[in-house]
């Protein structure tokens, strides 16, 4: 039973990554109708500028967490400069600046960095032992910054003006226009948001996994399937989607093979579409 439970720590902290990025992605595609798929790419970003921070000037972990997401929230703000020609445009369009965005991000990257594997020093390797369970230090901070940032982000969107403008925006982009909202600020905010979560999570998972150019691609793929398992625009249906994908990947790790660990997130998209075409929580919110 210790082992079980083991695993599903581990599920959750995966799920908690999985939900910062897919959070991102949902509040993009949700509010403005553009499916970022560079969005990943940021991700990677994030864990690559925490390795130069980290390793090259030495800033102590949380300082460098700090810079790298405030760096990419200006980031965010460029990236909604680079899609607001094409956000009222067919979806066409945005796909094809998502695509070239992310090969000028991926190329660069190898050009800086190269092709291999990068690592950053593990700031807290303790370890915490409770009734058979061994508890890593830093997955125990990735869940707890993760429902931090979780929380914060629905006090953001719930109880302040900015917030509702964003809702208005989601609901009724032109109406929200028409009673003086600005859409283009609306925006600049969720990108730079969306930017930001994507960075945090990488910086948080930085101390446990490779940092590579290519380590965006499945990531993203694996966010788009969750925004489509919580349904389209539904910031609930990303957190649950995120936290249910990453314990039955930890659980498929640990009972059937690390090799098809990838299989089930698409196994639960076809399942949940054929069961409800809308995701779990879709037309809800």
Avoid at 75 to 100: C, H, L, M, N, T
Avoid at 214 to 223: G, R
Avoid at 236 to 249: F, N, S
Wanted: with cysteine.
């Amino acid at each position: 039973m210790g082992y079980f439970f083991q695993q599903l720590v581990n599920g959750i902290m995966l799920g908690s990554v999985y939900s910062l990025v897919a959070l991102g992605l949902t509040l993009i595609f949700g509010i403005l109708g553009v499916a970022h798929f560079a969005h990943g790419h940021f991700y990677m970003l994030g864990a690559f500028l925490m390795f130069f921070l980290s390793v090259s000037f030495g800033v102590p972990y949380w300082a460098a967490l700090a810079i790298s997401v405030a760096f990419f929230c200006l980031v965010g703000v460029g990236v909604e400069f680079i899609y607001r020609p094409v956000r009222d445009k067919s979806d066409v369009s945005a796909f094809i600046v998502a695509i070239g965005m992310l090969l000028v991000i991926e190329e660069a990257v190898r050009a800086v960095w190269g092709t291999g594997n990068r690592r950053i020093t593990n700031p807290y390797p303790q370890v915490l032992k409770f009734a058979g369970i061994t508890l890593q230090y830093q997955r125990l901070i990735i869940i707890g910054a993760a429902i931090v940032l979780i929380v914060l982000l629905h006090l953001f969107i719930k109880r302040t003006r900015m917030g509702s403008a964003i809702e208005a925006v989601a609901q009724d982009r032109e109406g929200a226009a028409l009673v003086g909202i600005s859409v283009n600020r609306v925006s600049i905010l969720t990108f730079s948001v969306a930017t930001g979560l994507a960075a945090a999570a990488a910086g948080l998972a930085a101390p446990l996994a490779f940092i590579a150019p290519d380590m965006a691609n499945t990531l993203v793929l694996k966010a788009f399937v969750i925004i489509v398992l919580g349904g389209l625009g539904s910031i609930k249906g990303a957190i649950l989607g995120g936290y249910l994908l990453g314990v039955m990947e930890a659980l498929a790790i640990a009972y059937i093979s690390p090799a098809y660990k990838d299989v089930w997130a698409f196994a639960a998209l076809i399942l949940i579409l054929a069961i409800r075409p809308t995701g779990l929580f879709g037309g809800r919110e």
